[in-house]
């Protein structure tokens, strides 16, 4: 049985990480609603873009511009999304898994990894895997400039036939409790055929449709990866504050017991010592 | 000009934010194969841009947004671009700019092996772009 001093000290330090899980708490929710600010900003922007995109291929349809062009798959080009810190709760082990998963009965030289974020790195050198592109250190703050790097390295890649096809793998943010690891096929980009039937309207083009066409591509690659970016930013930021949430009631429940413990502690040792005195007072009579 | 009272909407979208969202009554970019001026009433059309500044008339002034290449689309009455980077001429840091001139500059003439000259190239096209505007149309 501990000590009512023991059980002291042990309240203390409970108390100090209570309140350092508490602030990392609060810090998260903030910055959370920004990178959801931000996630949302894009959303106009993604939606004009797929909007000019889907006219000018309904514009050319037999366009064979290189990055449509499907191939058979020998290597596949993953773009991992991961982040720089931890104690996100399972925000990292989820991106891991999927990650190992996509590896797995397959030979190393059969993909092409692109990673960001620490955690994967490191979680990679544990498995004795080096990834072919890595870059990190912005997980929960990323800019353009980020994901045109991104586009450019996995578009080189695909150009240069060194891969086949390129996936994007992050974690969608559906809201703070819900976070959805998340794959979706960049390259080669498959023409979406619009729905609305005939062509609508008669647009005039300059220079031409084809070359609109391939400064569109790239900038509309640099678009999607800096969405997955984004919402994988928002998806670190909210596990984290539900992973921080948790970890601040389970000290506070974990203060509470423990204090009942002390009281019982404290009690017991009061309640000794006056058996201990009457009995001693008893004996002298 | 254009009967005055008649006007087109401009909206200038980036991935972070919208720039710009007005009526305008002229609007000069420069594409890929030479200078458009768009008038209310313009077909529908789609361009892909040039690291240029694109010129606005509202109210009968002219005024500048920075817009490092993109896209434009009108359609209907409405003037849509789309950019990686578009800066209003107030919101030009000019110091940041020079910098990265300075350094295009310096990677061009240094012609290392690695050497991504479009890339470079692009990047100091931006910062001239940006120092030109904000010089002409006052920037901080």
């Given at each position: 049985?501990?000590?009512?001093?023991?059980?002291?000290?042990?309240?203390?330090?409970?108390?100090?990480?209570?309140?350092?899980?508490?602030?990392?708490?609060?810090?998260?929710?903030?910055?959370?609603?920004?990178?959801?600010?931000?996630?949302?900003?894009?959303?106009?922007?993604?939606?004009?873009?797929?909007?000019?995109?889907?006219?000018?291929?309904?514009?050319?349809?037999?366009?064979?511009?290189?990055?449509?062009?499907?191939?058979?798959?020998?290597?596949?080009?993953?773009?991992?999304?991961?982040?720089?810190?931890?104690?996100?709760?399972?925000?990292?082990?989820?991106?891991?898994?999927?990650?190992?998963?996509?590896?797995?009965?397959?030979?190393?030289?059969?993909?092409?990894?692109?990673?960001?974020?620490?955690?994967?790195?490191?979680?990679?050198?544990?498995?004795?895997?080096?990834?072919?592109?890595?870059?990190?250190?912005?997980?929960?703050?990323?800019?353009?400039?980020?994901?045109?790097?991104?586009?450019?390295?996995?578009?080189?890649?695909?150009?240069?036939?060194?891969?086949?096809?390129?996936?994007?793998?992050?974690?969608?943010?559906?809201?703070?409790?819900?976070?959805?690891?998340?794959?979706?096929?960049?390259?080669?980009?498959?023409?979406?055929?619009?729905?609305?039937?005939?062509?609508?309207e008669e647009y005039l083009f300059a220079p031409d449709a084809g070359q609109v066409l391939s400064t569109l591509l790239p900038q509309y690659i640099d678009m999607v990866i800096y969405n997955g970016?984004?919402?994988?930013?928002?998806?670190?930021?909210?596990?984290?504050?539900?992973?921080?949430t948790g970890a601040t009631d389970n000290a506070g429940e974990l203060i509470e017991k423990l204090t009942v413990h002390y009281n019982k502690v404290r009690q017991a040792g009061i309640t000794n010592e006056l058996t201990e005195i009457v009995s001693g007072a008893n004996a002298l009579q | 000009m254009a009967e005055t009272g008649k006007t087109i909407h401009l909206e200038i979208i980036t991935p972070d934010a919208a720039v710009l969202n007005t009526d305008v009554s002229f609007v000069l970019v420069r594409a890929l194969d030479g200078d458009l001026g768009i008038m209310p009433g313009h077909a529908p059309l789609i361009a892909s841009l040039r690291i240029w500044p694109l010129v606005y008339e509202k109210d009968g002034k002219r005024n500048c947004v920075c817009v490092a290449s993109g896209f434009l689309e009108v359609n209907g009455n409405t003037i849509t671009v789309i950019t990686p980077a578009a800066e209003l001429p107030a919101d030009i840091d000019l110091d940041r700019a020079e910098r990265s001139r300075a350094r295009a500059e310096k990677r061009l003439q240094e012609k290392k092996e690695n050497l991504d000259e479009a890339r470079a190239q692009a990047s100091l096209k931006r910062a001239l772009l940006r120092i030109d505007v904000a010089h002409k149309y006052g920037g901080k």
């Open positions: 049985m501990p000590s009512a001093r023991e059980i002291n000290r042990r309240i203390k330090s409970v108390t100090n990480t209570q309140q350092i899980t508490k602030a990392m708490k609060m810090v998260s929710s903030v910055r959370l609603r920004r990178a959801q600010e931000r996630a949302l900003a894009t959303a106009p922007f993604t939606e004009k873009m797929e909007g000019m995109l889907q006219r000018l291929s309904a514009a050319i349809p037999g366009e064979n511009n290189p990055l449509f062009i499907q191939r058979d798959v020998k290597r596949t080009c993953y773009i991992i999304i991961g982040s720089d810190k931890g104690l996100a709760g399972a925000f990292n082990s989820n991106i891991n898994k999927e990650m190992v998963s996509l590896l797995k009965n397959k030979p190393r030289s059969a993909s092409y990894l692109i990673v960001t974020g620490r955690k994967p790195v490191d979680y990679l050198k544990h498995l004795r895997i080096t990834p072919d592109y890595k870059q990190t250190g912005f997980s929960d703050k990323p800019n353009f400039g980020h994901a045109q790097n991104l586009a450019r390295k996995a578009t080189e890649e695909f150009l240069a036939g060194n891969v086949d096809e390129v996936y994007l793998v992050y974690t969608k943010f559906k809201s703070a409790l819900s976070q959805v690891v998340t794959q979706t096929k960049l390259l080669p980009i498959e023409p979406s055929v619009s729905e609305k039937s005939g062509p609508s970016l984004l919402q994988s930013a928002a998806s670190e930021l909210g596990a984290r504050m539900t992973a921080m | -």
